[in-house]
């Protein structure tokens, strides 16, 4: 009983990891672009995105209303996107366990097209929403929600408070940092690669199948706070926004807290941050829209600190830092009721990354990226390829990214509406779901997860 569920629940989170990576792709809009008059540079690090500048956090955290352009063009808060890419991993998968009607190994795909409502709604709201078609499991959800009802400004003491209200459909989708895992590196993934079975609540759990509603203040453009929370969609919902339920149904509202400092100084900035969320959920049944409310819940408590570093001195070069730790301490009871083991589990991960931009055009980046923890024989058992033979969580992965970016600037052709970006990237395991060697008790070595990801990726 207890491997069945756990091979049901790490299947679940690898497709839940799958949904967290195909949020990323929200990059530098047309449509904002238009609307605002500025170039991508203006907003983008690297004239792409998904990294904002200190200009586009503060367009961001003023709800996507700062005007500036002028024509029809910028009136239409519509923009599209296409992602293509290849795929390789130096182990190919078994014959008949590979995703979807895919090969082996050695794949093209079409990762996704997207349609955007993304701009400024009214002189007090703005959105951004995304709709994505993937070919990956051919089908249609609703992806990237991020609604300002309404945002304004306020004078105290001389300092401007910038407060307002979001509505989104994932935690951190709505964080203006470059930090948070909404929009930290690596900003796309491979699609059809084997993703690690473990990760804490705030890096995935609720992505695309909750609802939250926070209200923030930015004030003296230094000090961030935000406080709101979370609830489960329901089955219907669920159902019409091409998704299920992720780390289980949340009872009642799952409390989402976030504050951060910041520094702006010789075309330099700074910040320090913290995040807090915790939820009881109801383990998700089989169908993946209902739960089992029967044997009480589970709890998750996440918290998280993070931090940034910008320079964006002259068009000539840019660098960056980001890093997020997370723990997260789980009473897995509704779980573990009758299973025999205990129910009290802990969870680390942390995300660095460096980025490295010249002429905002050609970039490179760093990242590295660990999760380990207590071994979880609930959530952790042996199985071919997103199994665990020890039952630990733990993964090491690095992540080397070479990108040229021939769009976005001020002087480039057709713009704002040709963006263009072609990635080369490759992610190398030394650890994988709590083993180098047959980590998942049929043989399959970390190293046979390395993977190689080509993608080009256009913005119209």
């Given at each position: 009983?207890?491997t069945?569920f756990?091979?049901?629940?790490?299947?679940s989170?690898?497709?839940?990891?799958?949904?967290?990576?195909?949020?990323?792709?929200?990059?530098?809009?047309?449509?904002l672009?238009?609307?605002?008059?500025?170039p991508?540079?203006?907003?983008?690090?690297?004239a792409?995105g998904?990294?904002?500048t200190?200009?586009?956090?503060?367009?961001k955290?003023?709800?996507?209303?700062?005007?500036?352009?002028?024509g029809l063009?910028?009136?239409?808060p519509i923009?599209?996107?296409v992602?293509g890419?290849?795929?390789?991993?130096?182990?190919?998968y078994?014959?008949g366990?590979?995703?979807?009607?895919?090969?082996?190994?050695?794949?093209?795909?079409?990762d996704?097209i997207s349609l955007?409502l993304?701009?400024r709604?009214?002189?007090?709201s703005g959105?951004?929403?995304q709709?994505t078609?993937?070919?990956?499991?051919?089908?249609?959800h609703?992806?990237?929600?991020?609604?300002r009802?309404?945002?304004?400004?306020a004078?105290?003491?001389?300092?401007?408070?910038r407060?307002?209200?979001?509505i989104?459909?994932?935690?951190?989708?709505?964080?203006?940092?470059?930090s948070?895992?909404?929009?930290?590196?690596?900003?796309?993934a491979?699609?059809l690669?084997?993703t690690?079975?473990?990760?804490?609540m705030?890096v995935g759990?609720?992505?695309g199948?909750?609802?939250?509603?926070?209200?923030y203040?930015y004030?003296?453009?230094?000090i961030?706070?935000?406080a709101?929370?979370?609830q489960?969609?329901s089955?219907w919902?669920?159902?019409?926004?091409?998704t299920?339920?992720?780390?289980?149904?949340?009872?009642?509202?799952a409390?989402?807290?976030?504050a951060?400092?910041?520094?702006?100084w010789?075309n330099q900035?700074?910040?320090?941050?913290?995040?807090?969320?915790q939820?009881n959920t109801?383990?998700?049944?089989?169908?993946?829209r209902?739960a089992?409310t029967?044997?009480?819940?589970?709890?998750?408590t996440?918290?998280a600190?993070?931090a940034g570093?910008?320079f964006?001195g002259?068009?000539s070069?840019?660098y960056?830092?980001?890093?997020i730790?997370v723990?997260?301490?789980q009473?897995l009871k509704?779980?573990?009721?009758?299973?025999?083991?205990?129910?009290n589990?802990?969870l680390n991960t942390?995300?660095?990354?460096?980025?490295?931009?010249?002429?905002?055009?050609?970039?490179?980046?760093?990242g590295?990226q660990?999760?380990?923890?207590?071994?979880?024989?609930?959530?952790?058992?042996?199985?071919?390829i997103?199994?665990?033979?020890?039952?630990r969580?733990d993964?090491?992965a690095f992540i080397?990214?070479a990108?040229w970016?021939?769009?976005?600037?001020?002087e480039?052709?057709?713009?704002?509406?040709?963006?263009l970006?072609?990635?080369?990237?490759y992610?190398?395991?030394?650890?994988?779901?709590?083993?180098?060697h047959?980590y998942d008790?049929y043989g399959r070595?970390?190293?046979?997860n390395?993977t190689?990801?080509a993608f080009?990726w256009?913005?119209?």
């Open positions: 009983m207890t069945t756990a091979s049901r629940r790490a299947t989170i690898v497709a839940l990891l799958l949904g967290t990576a195909l949020t990323h792709p929200a990059q530098a809009l047309p449509s672009a238009a609307q605002t008059g500025q991508c540079v203006a907003c983008h690090i690297g792409f998904p990294q904002l200190p200009f586009g956090r503060e367009f955290i003023g709800g996507y209303t700062a005007q500036g352009g002028d063009a910028s009136q239409i923009s599209g996107m992602l890419s290849f795929n390789n991993t130096s182990s190919s078994p014959t366990s590979q995703p979807q009607h895919y090969g082996t190994n050695n794949n093209p795909a079409l996704q955007f993304a701009g709604l009214g002189d007090n959105a951004l929403i709709t078609y993937t070919d990956v499991d051919n089908s249609f609703l992806d990237q929600v991020d609604i009802p309404y945002t304004d400004v004078e105290i003491d001389g300092n401007d408070l407060w307002g209200t979001t989104t459909n994932a935690p951190t989708v709505q964080d203006p940092f470059n948070t895992f909404a929009w930290g590196y690596p900003y796309v491979s699609v690669a084997p690690p079975a473990a990760a804490p705030l759990g609720f992505v199948n909750s609802l939250g509603l926070t209200a203040a004030y003296d453009h230094r961030y706070l935000e709101g929370g979370y489960s969609m089955p919902l669920l159902a019409r926004a091409g299920a339920l992720g780390a289980g149904q949340i009872d009642g509202v409390p989402y807290l976030r951060a400092y910041v520094w702006d010789d900035t700074a910040h320090v941050g913290a995040l807090f969320m939820a109801f383990p998700a049944g089989g169908n993946g209902s089992t029967s044997g009480g819940t589970d709890s998750y996440d918290f600190v993070d570093y910008q964006d002259d068009l070069r840019s960056s830092l980001e890093g730790y723990n997260e301490s009473a509704a779980t573990a009721a009758g299973s025999g083991y205990g129910s589990y802990s942390i995300h660095l990354a460096g980025t490295y931009w010249i002429e905002n055009t050609y970039g490179a980046s760093l590295w660990r999760t380990w923890g207590s071994a979880n024989p609930l959530l952790y058992n042996p199985s071919p997103g199994g665990s033979n020890n039952s969580p993964t090491n080397l990214e990108d970016v021939p769009f976005g600037k001020e480039s052709w057709f713009a704002p509406f040709a963006n970006k072609f990635g080369l990237q992610t190398i395991y030394t650890q994988f779901n709590g083993g180098n047959n008790g070595n970390a190293s046979g390395n190689l990801y080009a256009t913005m119209f």
